[in-house]
């Protein structure tokens, strides 16, 4: 594909360091007007850096910048960047939550607006006009807290997009970088948000689309390019690429993930789940085998992210019971501390939140789940218990006094997991395990619930993300209302199996 001269945006040359690191090394990347162009890359291969780049955030030691034919100094004035052609939006997307769809519109748009005197009917006339065109059914005085999280995404898409187009000084629609905006929307969802992208596209705005998710990428975009090691690997046409190329440019290999059967498929289940309900669920009854890792599945709503959650302690159970070790557990009164006890293990899907805590170091977080197993901490001993889980783990941090916050995405995840899994849990529950992390640590994971697996241990895990159920379950419950609705097993689990399921039916779940 041949590169027009009039790029809508073209940065060269970034070098950028920290300490003894190289972040970037000359990486360059060129936008074309009305493209939407992938950004690739492994958790720690650069994507951040440049994105922090661009957004004023960092300051390069090397590179230059022109927008539309136009040279911007970097570092590029901090805050300043709609002025200038570009809009970002994150993946906690910086809305108000107890603010109207109107208050967040107009929040922070100083140029435009007077602080003292704000014409509140004019601008919210603005507002349903901006709303419609984008065809967003979504009114002014709506409170953001109430809405669901794709709605959230696009408000805040459109609220960048109006930006750059009103702030800009010579009329062109300006560059949209959407960093991550799609790991905790369910599929339906994305699709509604890949709409917006493309009514983005054909007013003529350029978009960087930054995500781990391979097939999003191939899906919405025209070009990926793929960073490693702060190196530019390569520009794809979309067209012309495949998932394997995009995912050895990546990795710097080919990754395949071939399901494992279990050598203990037939032995009698070690888990028992017997007429569990909770906000969603209604009498579910489930069993898992030494060995075995349990899919759980359904579209949004259809509360198989809930038993994990109800397994472990971290929400309250209507009725149930679980039976596991020769034990019996009433799920009503179960609390994390009795769900550790008994040797079960949960990794959540918002990590953040409840995997770790943020501003703790990782020897902090590592071990916060022995605290109580011991009269007294050796903290010599604790610190090397953490480098030797974060190398087992492939966990990349500087030391372990790092802060949890520091890491990447996958960095996280994979401390996480090393969190629990160093307790040997006789039953580990999952909840969107690989939510926005790279393909490389996906794997990593999967290698570790394999070992589990390997040691007799049972997996349940919970996810929307199809492809990954047919790599690693051995069976696939799919659930709807509550309820589960159909049971895939063997040559049975693959994607296009499990989406029929999800969406056209099933046959009726097999009695344990």
Known sequence: MTIPIALRLDLRGVTKTFGGVRALDSADLQVLPGEV??????????KSTLIKVLSGFHAPDTGRLEIDGRPVSLPMPLGRSEAYGLAFVHQNLGLLAEASVLENLIAGDHERLNPWWINWRA????ARRLLDDYQLDLRPEQIVADLSPVARAQLAIVRAADRVREHRSHGSPGVLVLDEPTPFLPREDVRQLFTIIRRLKQSGVSII??????????????RSTVLRDGKVIGTYDTADTDRETLVHAIVGRSVSVSRRVSALADAVPTVRVQ??????LSDISLSVRPGEVLGLTGLIGAGHDEVPMLLSGAGAARVGRLSMGGH????????????????IGFIPADRLRLGIAPDLSLTENATLPLLGRALWLNHGRLGETTADLMRRFAVKAENPHQAASELSGGNQQKMVLSKWLQLRPQLVLLDEPTQGIDVGARQEIYDRL????AN?????????????LEAIAHRVLVFDRGRIKAELKGDKVTKASIAQACYEGANEHAAE
């Not at 007429?275 to 969603?280: D, Q, Y």
């Not at 019996?328 to 040797?343: C, F, K, Q, V």
């Open 37 to 46: 162009q992938g950004l690739l890359g492994t958790n720690g291969s650069g």
């Open 123 to 126: 601008e919210a006339d603005r």
């Open 209 to 222: 689309f930054v995500s781990h998710d391979i097939d999003e990428v191939l899906e919405v975009t025209d």
């Open 275 to 280: 007429g569990l309900s909770g906000a969603i």
């Open 328 to 343: 019996e557990i009433d799920l009503t009164r179960l609390r994390p501390s009795d769900a550790i006890a008994a040797g």
């Open 450 to 453: 394999a070992e589990v697996c």
């Open 456 to 468: 007799g241990g049972a997996v349940i895990c919970a996810t929307s993300e199809f492809e990954q």
